[in-house]
């Protein structure tokens, strides 16, 4: 249980220390949409995916200025590289699907427990 609760501190932390608060927005919004629309467990694995869910709009948006030679391609491979975790991720989390009703209240504890 110590375990536990020490790991969620330190995704939490890691949750405040790398993302701005829109983009804190942004991976709250998905973690309620797979756990409250998909049925998906509150896991690391959650955590991990709607982190590279919002790393992946992070560069959609950078995408949308002119970038050039070598930023491009580090662009391109990054975007490559999150995509390759989103898809592992959610196969992962739809092996693992629970009924929405169950996974409803997990993802309200951890939505709450973020937004602290």
Request: net charge neutral; charged share 35%; proline share 3%.
């Amino acid at each position: 249980m110590r375990d536990s609760i020490t790991k969620w501190n330190e995704l939490k932390a890691k949750f405040l220390r790398d993302f701005l608060p829109g983009e804190q927005l942004f991976f709250l919004k998905k973690a309620r949409e797979c756990v409250s629309e998909k049925g998906y467990p509150v896991s690391e694995d959650l955590f991990n995916y709607c982190c590279s869910l919002t790393l992946r709009e992070r560069l959609r948006l950078i995408q949308s200025q002119d970038g050039e030679g070598l930023m491009r391609f580090m662009l391109v491979e990054s975007h490559r590289e999150i995509e390759s975790e989103v898809k592992i991720l959610e196969k992962r989390l739809e092996e693992r699907k629970r009924p929405i009703v169950i996974a409803g209240e997990e993802g309200r504890l951890l939505l709450e427990f973020l937004g602290r």
